[in-house]
């Protein structure tokens, strides 16, 4: 069975430093790899996309990895800031096993930024 | 370059009545996925469409779900009969390819159902 697990649930951080989210998949056949971000009772936005070809992408303060061999992504938040906080959603798109382009998610992890 | 629409953001229903939700993808998209978010769940896929065409819809439940995306006009997903535990928020993702390409997410419908 295909599954996205994301480790920790919640996380509580104080303003400025550095922290990982770590996201773990059963399957290491994959397409691609997404990092989003929800908000409370608002929509998902995207935050990084890795293809499978690829080690890591980086926006602005966020880097996400990929290893696909070990079947982890990490996403690296660097000088976190209060409105960072909101739950950080990890879904990959695997490559084999009837499904077609959908993604499977992980439950997240809720990350607040105490100022 | 509008985002991903979705019509009504809230919507109540008492036990027994039809729901119907609204998706307008994004400009150019043409392919439309459907995903349920039951509450303290994660985000489960339901089903994925293309133009007049149903790709996969191994998510969606057997019994009074229907999902289509015509030629003209949004994506509707259907749910017939509503029960409590049909209450969740609903979103519609849309990109302009299949395997490579980021998936856009619209702000959800939330269904409450009475």
């Known amino acids: 069975k295909q599954e996205v697990t994301q480790i920790p649930a919640a996380l509580s951080v104080p303003e400025g430093e550095n922290l990982v989210l770590n996201c773990s998949f059963t399957?290491?056949?994959?397409?691609?790899l997404q990092w989003f971000r929800q908000d409370p009772g608002k929509g998902l936005t995207s935050l990084l996309l890795?293809?499978?070809?690829?080690r890591e992408q980086t926006s602005g303060r966020l880097n996400a990895s990929l290893d696909k061999s070990s079947g982890r992504s990490t996403l690296y938040i660097a000088a976190s800031q209060p409105g960072d906080s909101a739950t950080y959603l990890c879904?990959?798109?695997f490559g084999r096993g009837g499904s077609q382009g959908n993604l499977i998610f992980g439950k997240g992890t809720k990350l607040s930024v105490k100022p | 370059n509008a985002g991903v629409m979705q019509n009504p953001r809230h919507l109540v229903r008492r036990r027994g009545q039809e729901a119907r939700l609204r998706c307008s993808p994004m400009?150019?998209?043409?392919?439309v996925y459907w995903y349920r978010q039951l509450p303290e769940e994660g985000l489960k896929f339901m089903v994925y469409?293309?133009?007049?065409?149903?790709?996969?819809e191994s998510g969606m439940p057997k019994e009074r779900f229907s999902a289509e995306f015509p030629k003209e006009g949004p994506s509707i997903l259907r749910i017939q009969q509503v029960v409590r535990g049909d209450s969740a928020a609903y979103f519609c993702?849309?990109?302009?390819?299949?395997?490579?390409?980021?998936?856009?997410f619209g702000p959800g419908t939330r269904l409450l159902v009475l």
């Open positions: 993702a849309s990109s302009p390819l299949t395997a490579e390409g980021t998936q856009y």
């Open positions: 399957d290491s056949a994959i397409y691609n």
């Open positions: 879904a990959v798109r």
């Open positions: 469409l293309q133009k007049e065409n149903i790709i996969d």
């Open positions: 400009k150019g998209h043409s392919h």
């Open positions: 890795i293809q499978s070809s690829q």
